[in-house]
């Protein structure tokens, strides 16, 4: 059975070569009945400022959650909505 540290390196390897960005941060991780749930911080380009045509120095700072059976192979993943509070 994995443990928290092989499932941190599992899913910040995941993200970093599919979302070609260098730096994960693991912010969550937990044991379910049939594996693993997890939510990492991400620092992405902007696409806003990408999409118009602007070098993009802005990041945006998005979190993932991303599920993984017990052999942790990944299930899915998922941008979570930004959480706006007024």
Do not use: Q
Not at 22 to 27: A, G, L, S
Not at 38 to 55: M, Q, W
Not at 65 to 84: F, G, M, Q, T
């Amino acid at each position: 059975m994995a443990d928290i540290e092989e499932v941190r390196k599992m899913v910040g390897d995941f993200l970093k070569k599919t979302l070609s960005v260098k730096d994960v941060k693991i912010i969550k991780g937990a044991k379910t009945s049939d594996g693993w749930e997890t939510e990492a911080e991400v620092y992405e380009e902007s696409s806003f400022i990408k999409s118009l045509g602007l070098p993009t120095r802005v990041l945006d700072r998005n979190i993932y959650r991303v599920k993984l059976d017990d052999d942790l192979k990944v299930l899915s993943y998922e941008r979570k909505e930004a959480s706006v509070t007024k």
